[in-house]
């Protein structure tokens, strides 16, 4: 079975910064490409952003463009999704999750996700 | 951006009974179109990619149809765990869309 476990979550002021982490295991991370996604109390999904498996293609959302940073480790089998100048509605619960497989495929298995609040 | 657009927002089906649950896109996905299960607290389970394919351990008792811009996710006989969120997602483009959800719940 698939294991994502995300971190790093909390609460942060506006304007702050946050660094999250998703460790995967029990498969072979380098091969596939992954996904943050986020969730806002009460809300539906969102999009946030995207990594090739080696990281030599990178996609983000609109909405975290500019201020969130996308990237991964293969050697630690680690995503990280750096997050930067936060806002109120950048709250939710981040998941990660992994794409089935290469090509048009969506994600087969996600985290248990890691809350971010912004708040004063 | 592809906006995928659910209905009803919220479906009352009897234990037992049929539902069934849409999604529009915006543009055409292709077939590129997949349904997930969320209950409160939990993380988003894969139940239908390809418009139509089961994911593994998926029980029968749920179907997708459609291609392009119209889809359908079918339960039939609903089991009382069958009873949360759904949302249809598009993988048609690196960016994701999803749409915002039907709750199912119990009449």
């Known amino acids: 079975e698939v294991h994502l476990v995300e971190s790093g979550g909390g609460l942060v002021q506006p304007g702050g910064s946050l660094r999250l982490s998703c460790s995967a295991s029990?498969?072979?991370?380098?091969?596939?490409?992954m996904y943050w996604v986020r969730q806002a109390p009460g809300k539906g999904l969102e999009f946030v952003s995207a990594i090739t498996n080696i990281g030599d293609n990178i996609y983000y959302a609109d909405s975290v463009k500019g201020r969130f940073i996308i990237s991964r480790d293969n050697s630690k089998s680690t995503l990280y999704l750096q997050l930067g100048g936060l806002r109120a509605e950048d709250t939710a619960v981040y998941f990660c999750?992994?794409?089935?497989?290469?090509?048009?495929?969506?994600?087969?298995?996600w985290g248990q996700g890691t809350l971010v609040t912004v708040s004063s | 951006e592809i906006v995928l657009t659910q209905s009803p927002a919220t479906l009352s089906v009897s234990p037992g009974e049929r539902a069934t649950l849409s999604c529009r896109a915006s543009q055409s996905v292709s077939t590129n179109l997949a349904w997930y299960q969320q209950k409160f607290g939990q993380a988003p389970r894969l139940l239908i990619y390809?418009?139509?394919t089961r994911a593994t351990g998926i029980p029968a008792r749920f179907s997708g149809s459609g291609s392009g811009t119209e889809f359908t996710l079918t339960i039939s006989s609903l089991q009382s765990e069958d009873f949360a969120v759904y949302y249809c997602h598009q993988y048609n483009y690196w960016v994701y869309t999803f749409g915002q959800g039907t709750k199912l719940e119990i009449k």
């Open positions: 029990t498969f072979t991370f380098r091969n596939y490409a």
């Open positions: 390809d418009a139509s």
């Open positions: 999750a992994k794409q089935m497989n290469r090509g048009y495929f969506p994600t087969d298995y």
